[in-house]
């Protein structure tokens, strides 16, 4: 659809909105800067596109998570100036039509870099997974204002995709799939997909999906991670797929 550049897309539902939503980041706008994005949205047939918010000193929306039953988005902003810098990350929080933006955090030492968000709605916790240096690896679980944080685990390696479906955290990384309670204890090997990398994972209909950049495909399985089916090729970033 036009100028729309898809990534970071959440499949949003329910809850109070007249029509299911699909909500995306179109990054890096000025190709001169690198800087600008916006979160997008529209239907699920990709009608009535709208830009929600535009946010021009930032060069993309690193990640989506969605808190579907108080109705709002969680977002990270991403900003490097240039190539010797470090990434600064800002934590944001709206409603689902882009009004009373708050910040969650803005880039204090408990959030790090987070690549991967999960909404806890019933226990009003975030999860995410951290990327880079030192902490590498790591997940946290806060509360929604990122007070009380903690790490839940470090043991799993490399960790880019997390997802919270009923009483289980989903955790991904380079080819691995585990499940394990939301207290990140009786941790449960599910999977082993070789050389992929699991990234931006959701659960929809007792199903998971998960992008596999080592194939660039969209893939779906079962809870358990049996029944791999690959769904498309060329893969749009930052897949959220939120229940009904």
Request: proline share 2%.
């Amino acid at each position: 659809h036009g100028e729309f550049s898809q990534k970071a897309y959440s499949h949003l539902s329910g809850h109070g909105c007249p029509r299911q939503k699909i909500f995306w980041a179109q990054n890096e706008r000025n190709i001169t800067t690198k800087l600008g994005c916006s979160l997008i949205s529209c239907d699920l047939d990709g009608e009535y596109p709208q830009r929600i918010l535009n946010f021009d000193d930032y060069n993309s929306i690193a990640s989506v998570a969605l808190d579907k039953p108080n109705q709002h988005i969680y977002f990270t902003l991403q900003k490097k100036l240039s190539s010797t810098e470090n990434a600064v990350y800002h934590v944001r929080r709206c409603d689902y039509d882009g009004d009373n933006m708050v910040s969650v955090s803005d880039g204090n030492t408990s959030v790090c870099s987070p690549v991967s968000w999960a909404v806890d709605s019933i226990n009003r916790r975030v999860y995410w997974c951290d990327s880079f240096g030192l902490s590498e690896g790591y997940v946290y679980r806060s509360n929604f204002d990122t007070t009380n944080t903690i790490v839940l685990f470090n043991t799993l390696g490399y960790v880019r995709a997390i997802s919270v479906y009923g009483n289980y955290l989903y955790v991904g990384g380079n080819g691995l799939l585990y499940r394990m309670d939301l207290n990140g204890n009786n941790t449960e090997y599910l999977a082993n997909y070789g050389y992929s990398v699991i990234q931006d994972m959701a659960i929809y209909g007792n199903k998971i999906y998960f992008l596999d950049t080592g194939v660039n495909k969209v893939v779906c399985t079962d809870l358990d991670g049996t029944n791999v089916e690959y769904l498309a090729n060329n893969y749009i970033s930052g897949v959220r797929i939120g229940a009904k």
